[in-house]
């Protein structure tokens, strides 16, 4: 910061004393630089430093009635508002200890009476320029915080836009609506929270990875983009040949992630969590799942949450292939699945939040729009 820029009237110095000829002669010393404010008493200079802009320097007596300027600097020092004002006491107390005092205090100088005026004006544009410095880096922290923060939450926004769009992207070739995403989404999400505390998967359901969870369910499905129109569009039962065929999107859901994750170069969590979720949701707690037949444990617990949440909204909704099952009706089935299809645990934590499951599916139910595309 340069000599010029420094020594203007953008500086604005506050000046506590009690005495007329010592406020009169500080002026003069000091208004062909500054803009300076005056105050004859020790409530006069709280009020003034409290009131509109902030001085950016207090020039404080210590002798004064009624309220001394130790007194005075303590209030200024106590209060998120002013505590960061420079204060330099200018006073004829010249011992050690009221020195020290004022140091303890939070001054930044300490200059006794009779005064020099070079050395006053040496301290306080030395001063000045100290709290300029620490106003400059504060504003420019405060600049990078916020910048920092927006970036990242327009990665967060682009992430989340880009799974949706993927996944929207797979909606739009099969006979589910995209409210199906949603209504998924948040299933799993109220079901990683009522197991959060569960002895068997505390370990694993986090905020940041039920976050995680949250973020990825919308690609559950992601590999029947890879499955041709004629079998995933197909309104009766499928043929065994054509049923083996679909059930590999599973693995080609688990490709396409890993080759987004190649192309990027290093791994990412959330690709990860959905590469888990798209190949292995299909996987059932007896082992007569697919792709690979995992059994009990084995079947990550995030396939385990997506494999309930998915057949759960199955069951409710209109396909091609079949009318949508009543929510008791649905829960019949989930219940029956118990220990077979899906994880006992699981299984009893969604009993538990069932009618927040079904309020989630009246809140994005299906339009007349969706239902005539995908009728």
Not at 3 to 30: G, I, Q, S
Not at 189 to 209: I, M, S, V, W
Not at 315 to 324: D, E, F
Not at 341 to 357: E, L, M
Request: aromatic residues 6%; charged residues 25%.
């Amino acid at each position: 910061m340069t000599e010029t820029a420094l020594e203007t009237k953008a500086f604005t110095v506050l000046v506590v004393d009690d005495t007329t000829a010592n406020l009169m002669l500080m002026n003069d010393l000091l208004n062909p630089l500054y803009t300076v404010k005056v105050a004859s008493s020790g409530a006069r200079a709280l009020k003034i430093a409290n009131s509109g802009t902030l001085p950016d320097l207090i020039l404080l007596d210590i002798m004064m009635p009624e309220m001394d300027g130790y007194e005075v600097c303590r209030r200024l020092k106590s209060s998120p508002a002013t505590r960061d004002v420079p204060v330099i006491f200018l006073t004829a107390k010249a011992e050690t200890s009221d020195e020290q005092a004022g140091f303890e205090l939070g001054a930044v100088d300490y200059i006794t009476k009779p005064i020099s005026p070079p050395i006053v004006l040496a301290r306080v544009k030395t001063s000045l320029t100290l709290k300029a410095a620490a106003d400059f880096l504060k504003d420019k922290n405060a600049f990078l915080e916020q910048e920092v923060a927006r970036r990242t939450e327009e990665v967060h926004d682009i992430q989340d836009v880009t799974i949706l769009t993927m996944a929207s992207l797979a909606e739009t070739r099969d006979n589910e609506t995209g409210n199906h995403i949603i209504r998924t989404q948040h299933y799993v999400k109220l079901l990683a929270l009522q197991l959060r505390e569960h002895p068997r998967f505390a370990h694993y359901l986090d905020d940041a990875t039920i976050n995680l969870l949250f973020k990825s369910a919308p690609l559950h499905d992601i590999g029947k983009v890879g499955i041709p129109d004629s079998i995933l569009l197909k309104p009766g039962k499928l043929t065994q040949e054509e049923f083996e065929t679909m059930k590999t999107h599973t693995t080609q859901g688990k490709l396409a992630i890993e080759s987004a994750e190649s192309r990027l170069g290093k791994n990412v969590p959330f690709l990860r969590c959905a590469k888990e979720i798209a190949y292995s949701h299909q996987e059932k707690w007896d082992g007569s799942g697919y792709p690979e037949g995992l059994a009990g444990d084995a079947i990550p617990i995030s396939a385990r949450l997506m494999a309930i949440a998915d057949v759960y909204d199955a069951l409710i909704s209109r396909r091609v292939y079949k009318p949508p099952f009543t929510h008791e009706a649905s829960m019949s089935i989930i219940e029956e699945g118990r220990g077979r299809h899906f994880d006992p645990d699981v299984v009893d934590a969604f009993v538990a939040i069932q009618r927040q499951c079904q309020e989630i599916a009246e809140r994005h139910a299906n339009t007349d729009e969706e239902l005539a595309k995908h009728p």
